[in-house]
């Protein structure tokens, strides 16, 4: 079965600084791989996804994420967060385009003024 | 606004009670997923149900159930309830049978047992 981890649960930066969420994903041949972000008391929102092509994704509110095969990672980047950039993301996996979506536990995102 | 609507937002009952999770997909979206969402176990896979059938399981206990009506709405039945059961429910959908495309969550029920 698939899996993902996120091994940060806590990450805290100051704004303005770069930013980069880490995930592995556990999955024999090459999953369709997403980000999501919850903002306090909402549900959660596609950052973006993952399925095939271009190894570097670009997401909505300036995330990308690059896909590395050889290391089972989909890390998280962001060159400059802001203080509504405060969240928690969650890194997911699918095998396919029929599967249900498995999440990591999430990292929270403390910024700094 | 996702355009997943969930009721109750809040609910708090007591141990062995039992409570119904509602929730309204975006509309046109056939497939509705169910997650609980703890702070130790993060947010786990449910239930999936797709144009009112059984899609997929996860980890869900004997003592949940949940359905699609013909009109896609979808419930969440949770029995003999425990303290740990204490958690967010959320409810997303998606227009696929799958959740490959993208899917889109309410905001969530947030159940508390006492």
């Known amino acids: 079965a698939q899996s993902v981890t996120q091994p940060d649960i806590h990450i805290t930066v100051s704004e303005g600084a770069s930013l980069e969420l880490r995930c592995n994903y556990s999955?024999?041949?090459?999953?369709?791989l997403f980000w999501y972000v919850q903002s306090p008391g909402q549900g959660l929102q596609l950052l973006l996804k993952?399925?095939?092509?271009?190894?570097l994704v670009q997401g909505i509110k300036g995330f990308e994420a690059e896909f590395k095969r050889s290391q089972s990672s989909f890390n998280l980047r962001k060159p400059s967060v802001h203080w509504s950039d405060a969240a928690e993301y969650f890194c997911?996996?699918?095998?396919?385009?029929?599967?249900?979506?498995?999440f990591g536990k999430g990292t929270r995102l403390h910024i700094l003024p | 606004d996702s355009g997943v609507t969930q009721t109750p937002k809040h609910l708090i009952t007591a141990t062995g009670q039992r409570v119904t999770l509602r929730c309204s997909p975006r509309?046109?979206?056939?497939?509705v997923y169910w997650y609980q969402q703890s702070l130790d176990q993060g947010l786990q896979f449910l239930i999936q149900?797709?144009?009112?059938?059984?899609?997929a399981k996860g980890n869900i206990l004997e003592r949940f159930s949940a359905q699609q009506f013909p009109d896609l709405h979808s419930e969440l039945n949770l029995s003999s309830l425990e303290l740990g059961d204490s958690a967010l429910y959320f409810c997303?959908?998606?227009?696929?049978?799958?959740?490959?495309?993208?899917?889109?969550f309410g905001e969530g029920s947030r159940l508390t047992v006492l």
């Open positions: 997303a959908s998606s227009v696929a049978s799958g959740g490959a495309g993208e899917l889109f």
């Open positions: 999955y024999g041949a090459t999953p369709y």
């Open positions: 993952y399925f095939s092509g271009d190894t």
């Open positions: 997911a996996v699918g095998r396919n385009r029929d599967d249900k979506i498995i």
């Open positions: 509309s046109g979206d056939l497939s």
């Open positions: 149900y797709y144009n009112g059938e059984e899609r």
